[in-house]
């Protein structure tokens, strides 16, 4: 994964303040650019993740740091605000959790994993965002884990069945 170091860091800020990069630091920006490109050229999105800490791993963190750049995947103005780039697009998302967190319970709250990943969606654009749900994964009985496990899967085939 592309470091975010100095010269990331200061070609992010160059290119948000309207300055010129150094060259090292255009160097750097180069991959971020292709890592940019690569996502946006997708029709279509699946993402799936489990909850780590009641949030999202560090590794899926660190693209969406890269990813989430000023006049690539966002833009700001003064007069409109926050504008996701990504647009017309649809997104699924499967989530994985150890224990549960359905909306109304005393755990919902904990659940920083759909909700980050639904508000960097929408931050970028996605408003077609289905997701899937898969939980508890841990301290449950067999039966019940695969029960849990066949209904994500038929709703996953659901959702297919349209994309
Ligand atoms: C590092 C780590 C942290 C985890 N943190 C949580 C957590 O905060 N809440 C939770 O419900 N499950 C947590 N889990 C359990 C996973 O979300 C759960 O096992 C899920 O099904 C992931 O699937 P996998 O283990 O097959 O990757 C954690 C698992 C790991 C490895």
Known sequence: ???????????????????????????????????????????????????????????????????VQPGYTFSFSPDE?????????????????GGAYQSGSETEGLDFQKKYMELFLGFIGFTDIKSVVAEPMLMTTHEDKKKTIDSAKELARSIAAHY
């Not at 926050?82 to 994985?96: C, N, Q, R």
Request: net charge positive; charged share 20%; no cysteine.
């Open 81 to 97: 605000g926050y504008k996701g780039l990504v647009t017309g697009k649809p997104v699924t998302v499967v989530y994985a959790r």
């Open 1 to 67: 994964m592309i470091p975010f170091n100095e010269d990331v860091i200061n070609a992010k800020y160059s290119i948000l303040h309207g300055g010129s990069p150094s060259e090292a630091e255009t160097k750097a920006w180069k991959p971020v650019e292709i890592l940019i490109d690569h996502f946006k050229s997708a029709d279509k999105y699946l993402i799936s993740l489990p909850m780590w800490n009641f949030g999202i791993p560090y590794k899926l963190k660190h693209y969406i740091d890269i990813l």
